[in-house]
């Protein structure tokens, strides 16, 4: 029987609480600027000009690919600027970004094309496809498109929808699942259909209690299960999730579709229900605003594109110098400012008052580190093959396997930012491969020409023997018919002799 809890994590309160968890709906900004590059896939490729006029709900960017989903006008009016602009990533480097300016109107385009409002009656390659055109990605923080993920999981036979926050102090999906949890119910329903799954689970924490009722109210399918598991971080990670509820281990390197396996984020099945059904292209996303400079945390229904600033907008925001993180405090983006903008997969913005830096001290070989980590490796082993670069070791210990929750450097009483030298590390393995790599097609490469280089100079040889036997061959026959004509000739003369002596007698 699987086991509702796992081994390592940690139980950490929510830094942000409030009674309020309301999904609140905010004025069109007066300008988006759209990112087209999500986290995972490829980056799409704009399809419009500055100065054109945008419905809401157009197609702005995409590519013929599957690893990219487009990107559509998230309001109407016109395009400003298409060029490079800060976005939120760990490199820090700006993105291709799509600047619109609102008209006011907020005029939508047609986006029945390719309908499947009535789904049941649909195949699903039709489905796949407006899921694609529809731009739906991965919510939860990967922003991998949903069209190809479920591709490679069709005729799986269970369905995960993780319900569970990433990380304390999000509210966001909470707050969706109140708003809309009929779209949930529906949308979970859908999947059923398109994949034929036999059953799926909806996993959500046990401090999410409104959730659970409203979910619970309206979910009357014998093939869904609400499944309560218990609040601890890092319950809601892929991996840990599928063994906690299925008990199930996907391997080393293997995914979920790989063991039958669908996981889907729960604001992605509500914005492929209202793709599918409402013909509503992924234009906006349910997004937690908090910590500690923010007097009361909030979750604001926003259009994509939307800038931190126009956000902050909405909160009562402390005064004095802060610190930016996007998609959590463990596993977030420490940003520089706010010049940033929503994009499909910002699920949180916490603005923090800044703090002063704290100083790593020596490893005290606590071992504190190897009791918290939920993927059950040796987290402090890590940390010495790391730091003396000695990636082949850090490979013998998993590296690859770590899913970075920082769980290990929360715990850490000498302060080591033990994920960071983590993400050193497969860099560095990453980069080691690729240069492997290269040299062994350079090998590959000097091989095959030295290969030929001497087939050539063999058959060039063969060519050449050939040539001088043909020719031998000739002059001996040459020779032959020589000598033949000479006899000829000789006989020929003798008989002239002959004649001529008769003749003379
Ligand atoms: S928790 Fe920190 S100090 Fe303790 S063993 Fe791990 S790395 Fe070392
Ligand atoms: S960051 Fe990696 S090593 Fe540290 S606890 Fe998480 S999974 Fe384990």
Redesign the pocket.
Known sequence: MPNSNFKGGLKIENPYPSNEIDLIRIPLPDKVVLPMQQRIGNQAIPCVSIGEHVLTGQIIATIDDDRCAPVHASISGTVTAIGNHVYAHQSGLKGLCVTIESDGKDEWVDTSIGCTENYKACLPLTIYDKIRISGIVGMGGAGFPTHTKMRLAAGCKNIIINATECEPGITCDAALMQAYPTKVIRGVEVLLHIIGAEKAIIAIEDDKQDSINELNKYCNNERIEIKVIPTKYTSGAEKILIKTLLGIQVPSGKFASDVGILCLNVATVVAMFDAVVENRPLISRAVTLAGSAIKEPKNFQVRLGATYDYLLSFVDLEEGSHKVTMAGLMMGINLKGTDYSVSKNTNCIFIDKAQESVVAQE????????TVCPVELL??QL?WFSKSENIEKAMDYNLLDCIECGC?SY????N?P?VDYYQFSKALYKKQTQEKAQIEKARERFEFREMRLERNKSERAALMEAKKIALKEKMAKDRSQKEKIDAALERVNAAKIDNMEEDAS
Do not use: D, T
């Open positions: 490893c005290i070989r606590c071992g504190m580190c190897n987290p402090q940390y290990c715990v850490c009483p000498s080591i033990l």
